[in-house]
C-alpha cells in the first residue's frame, strides 16, 4: 500500500528521513531537547549519509515513542533514481507495519519511484503458504498540492499481474488455464480476448506452434488480445510473448537442474497480458494487439523430433535442429499472424528465448535486437524510466549464414556461437520487413540480480511496453 499525503493526521511504526550526504537536517518541529540528542548520537554514529547508511534513533515526544530512521543517499552530485531504487529498497524490505517517508530536499521525494519500490516490497507470492505475507503501508509526506500518482499504482498492480503469472507452478498455468486468465483479465480491465484452439491454430496452418505442443496432454491456445482505442490513428502495435508454460527440452531433454525454473518460460506471455492490463485500464489513446502462442513442450510418442521439417504459417520451410529451441517456432506462428491477420504496423516480441543472451549480459539486462534505430530508441527510453536496464545486440545479416539448410528454407538453429542473435535473426524472417524489436529476458524475467527485486518474478517490460505504447 503507496499514499502520497499533504498533511500529518496521524502516527506512524516509523519515520524515515532521507538525506544526502553533509546534509542531514532534523524536523523542526522536534522538541530541543529531542533536537538535542539526535545530534549527539548523529556525531557519536559518525552518520553523514553516505549511500545506504543508516541511523534508528527513538525518543519521546510529548507521549509519543517516535521511531526514526536517517536514510543517506550519498553525495547530491552523484545521485540518480538507481540509487534510490536500490537504497529504498533495501530499507523498506527490513521493515513492517506503517511507515512515514520525508525529506527536506525535493530531489528525494520521487513519488513514482517510490511508488514503484513500494509495489517491488510488498509483491509476496504466498498463494500456496498457509501464513502470508505482511503488506507495508508507506506514506510520502509531499507538502503542498496533491499529487497524482494513479498511473504508478496501475503500473504497480499490472506489473504484479505479470509476476504472479510467472510465479504460478506449471500444474496450476497451462495453454488452456493461462488462455482462462487472459480471458478474466480481458473483462476486469477492458480489452477483448479471442482464444483459438488446436484446431483453428491447425487451420490457420501453424504448424511450428502446433509441433511444438504437440507432446502435452494440454493442447497449444492463441491468445489474442486487442484494445483499439487508437480513433483515427493508423498505426496498430503488435505485442507477442512467448507462452511456454513449461518446457521440458523436448526429446533434447534438459538436465534436470535446468528444468526448475522452467515455469518461467511463459514470461513473456505474462508481461505483455500485464501490458494490456495497464494499456486498456489507463485509456492509452493508440491501437494495439498482444498475441500470445502458449503451449507446453513435453515428451511422448509424438513429440517432434531433430530432422523433421515443418512448415510455417507464412510457408517457409523450417528444418528442427534442436527441440529445445521451441520458442523461436511458436513465435514465428505468432509473428506471422500479428503481421498477416491482424494487420499490425510494427511488432514488439518479448521472449525468454536463449541462454547465449545470460552468457553474453547476465541477469542484469535484456538484450535487445531490432531492424529500426528510431523503434529501438523509443524503447530504451520507456525502458530507462523505470530503471529496466537494455543494451542493443547486433543483428547483421551475415548472421543469416548460419541459419541455412541443405533441406529446407531455414534452419531454426545457427550453433552455439552468436546463439541469441541466430535466434532473432531467425524471427525477423517472420515480420515481412515491419519495424520490429525483439526482447530477450531470458535473463531478466525471473530471480533477476537486480538490487531492487526479491526472488522470483520481476514483471520485466510490463512498465516499458505501456510507456513505449503511451508515449509515442
Avoid at 534513533?57 to 521511531?67: A, K, P, Q, W
Avoid at 503469472?165 to 480471458?183: C, G, M, R, S
Avoid at 504459417?313 to 528444418?319: A, I, L, Q, S, Y
Wanted: aromatic share 8%.
Amino acid at each position: 500500500m503507496f499514499k502520497v499525503i499533504n498533511k500529518i493526521e496521524k502516527g506512524y511504526d516509523l519515520n524515515i528521513v532521507l538525506c544526502f550526504e553533509g546534509q542531514v537536517n532534523i524536523c523542526e518541529h522536534i522538541s530541543s531537547t529531542n533536537k538535542d540528542l539526535i545530534e549527539k548520537l548523529i556525531n557519536k554514529k559518525e552518520f553523514t549519509g553516505k549511500k545506504g547508511e543508516t541511523l534508528k534513533v527513538e525518543f519521546l515526544e510529548g507521549t509519543y515513542l517516535i521511531s526514526m530512521i536517517f536514510v543517506g543517499m550519498g553525495k547530491d552530485e552523484e545521485f540518480n533514481l538507481d540509487i534510490y531504487r536500490e537504497v529504498m529498497f533495501d530499507v523498506l524490505s527490513k521493515e513492517k507495519g506503517s511507515v512515514l517517508i520525508s525529506a527536506e530536499n525535493e530531489k528525494l521525494l520521487n513519488y513514482n519511484v517510490l511508488g514503484e519500490i513500494s509495489s517491488n516490497v510488498n509483491y509476496n507470492f504466498d498463494t500456496f503458504k498457509e501464513k502470508k505475507g505482511e503488506t507495508l503501508e508507506i506514506e510520502l509526506f509531499i507538502p503542498g498540492e496533491e499529487k497524482d500518482f494513479s498511473e504508478t499504482i496501475l503500473l504497480g498492480e499490472a506489473t504484479d499481474i505479470a509476476r504472479d503469472l510467472v510465479d504460478q507452478p506449471a500444474n496450476v498455468i497451462n495453454p488452456i488455464t493461462l488462455a482462462e486468465k487472459a480471458v478474466k483479465l480481458g473483462k476486469k480491465y477492458g480489452f477483448e480476448v479471442e482464444i483459438l484452439d488446436e484446431k483453428e491454430i491447425e487451420k490457420l496452418g501453424m504448424n511450428l506452434l502446433l509441433a511444438v505442443g504437440r507432446a502435452s496432454i494440454t493442447k497449444p491456445r492463441l491468445i489474442v488480445m486487442r484494445y483499439l482505442n487508437g480513433k483515427d490513428n493508423n498505426e496498430k502495435i503488435g505485442l507477442v510473448g512467448k507462452g511456454l508454460t513449461y518446457d521440458t527440452g523436448g526429446l533434447c531433454i534438459k538436465p534436470a537442474d535446468s528444468m526448475f525454473e522452467m515455469k518461467s518460460d511463459m514470461a513473456g506471455a505474462a508481461s505483455v497480458i500485464g501490458a494490456m492490463c495497464a494499456i486498456a485500464k489507463g485509456k492509452v489513446e493508440k491501437n494495439v494487439v498482444a498475441i500470445v502462442p502458449a503451449c507446453e513442450n513435453a515428451i511422448n510418442e509424438n513429440a517432434y523430433r531433430p530432422g523433421d521439417i515443418i512448415k510455417s504459417m507464412n510457408g517457409k520451410t523450417v528444418e528442427i535442429i534442436n527441440t529445445d529451441a521451441e520458442g523461436r517456432l511458436a513465435l514465428a506462428d505468432a509473428l506471422t499472424y500479428a503481421v498477416r491477420n491482424e494487420k499490425v504496423t510494427e511488432v514488439v516480441d518479448l521472449a525468454t528465448l536463449t541462454g547465449a543472451i545470460l552468457v553474453a549480459l547476465g541477469t542484469i539486462t535484456t538484450g535487445v535486437f531490432s531492424n529500426n534505430d528510431e523503434k529501438y530508441a523509443m524503447l530504451e527510453k520507456s525502458s530507462k524510466l523505470y530503471g529496466e536496464k537494455v543494451w542493443r545486440m547486433p543483428i547483421f545479416d551475415e548472421y543469416s549464414e548460419l541459419l541455412k539448410s541443405t533441406v529446407a528454407d531455414v534452419k531454426h538453429t545457427g550453433g552455439r556461437m552468436g546463439g541469441s542473435i541466430t535466434a532473432a535473426k531467425f524471427l525477423e524472417g517472420f515480420v515481412e520487413g515491419l519495424p520490429w524489436i525483439h526482447m530477450d529476458i531470458a535473463g531478466t524475467a525471473f530471480n533477476s540480480g537486480v538490487k531492487w527485486f526479491k526472488k522470483g518474478a520481476t514483471g520485466v517490460g510490463v512498465k516499458a511496453l505501456y510507456s513505449y505504447v503511451k508515449n509515442r
